[in-house]
């Protein structure tokens, strides 16, 4: 079983369109993130959720929204996409947040923006 | 920035024991050491944690130095598909985020 899973894994869309990469886990935590992971192969945190609330928004534009209608869902919606935006976004989860808790993560979602 | 410091890449025989150095010598208290990998076009996978103690799992162990400066982990029996990228991370206790550096790239060969 699939602990936290994303869809779709690849996506290739032009510029200005939106598009919407889903996640869900099945692992009972309750503490989702988005990480964007860039061409260097950095990985950079954007979003948490706890409980369905947003607890971390790093500096990214206003076009990346985060949607969490459960525990077990962290949906990330992307409007105006731009060249830019081409990257790797891993969703992850962990339970509590504490430092010894531990993020697990998805397979990821290769966004391509032509 | 990465707390962490690692080096660029590695060798190592199949069959044999991967040692993976990290330096995190600006480590606080309350700061876990984790270690993640990723293989290529896969998600980051988690093999390790620890604080302050050595920890052992299934697939490897840490051993952290006794001031939590530096730390090793341990593949014990390198495998062709312990080939990847692996990542030292420092999270921060307040902050429980990941601050992913470049990593290790380890490359296991026959």
């Known amino acids: 079983d699939t602990a936290v899973s994303q ?4 996506l290739v869309t032009q510029m200005g369109n939106d598009k919407s ?3 869900e886990q099945n692992l009972g935590h309750d503490t989702m993130y988005w990480y964007k992971q860039d061409s260097k192969k950095f990985l950079k945190i954007m979003f948490s959720y706890n409980n369905k609330e947003l607890i971390i928004n790093e500096t990214v534009p206003n076009r990346f929204s985060p949607k969490s209608p459960d525990k077990a869902h ?3 919606h992307i409007n105006s996409l731009e060249l830019g935006d081409s990257a790797v976004y891993f969703c992850a989860s962990s339970q509590g ?3 010894g808790n531990t993020i697990y993560f998805g397979e990821g979602s290769w966004l391509t923006v032509v | 920035d990465a707390k962490t410091t690692q080096p660029t890449s590695m060798d190592c025989a199949e069959g044999r024991a991967a040692n993976l150095p990290c330096n995190h010598s ?3 208290g309350n700061e876990y050491v984790y270690w993640y990998r990723q ?7 988690y093999i390790i944690h620890g604080l302050k103690n050595n920890e052992t799992n299934e697939m ?4 952290i130095t006794e001031d939590r400066k530096s730390s090793t982990l341990i593949l014990p029996h390198a495998t062709l598909r312990d080939t990847a990228v692996y990542y030292c991370i420092v999270r921060e206790g307040s902050n429980y985020q990941l601050i992913w550096g470049a990593g290790t790239k380890l490359i296991i060969k026959p």
């Open chain 1, 97 to 99: 947040r504490r430092s």
């Open chain 2, 26 to 28: 600006t480590i606080s």
């Open chain 2, 60 to 63: 490897a162990s840490l051993i």
């Open chain 2, 39 to 45: 293989i290529h076009s896969q998600g980051p996978q």
């Open chain 1, 74 to 76: 962290l949906n990330l």
């Open chain 1, 21 to 23: 990469i889903k996640c």
């Open chain 1, 7 to 10: 869809t779709p894994k690849y």
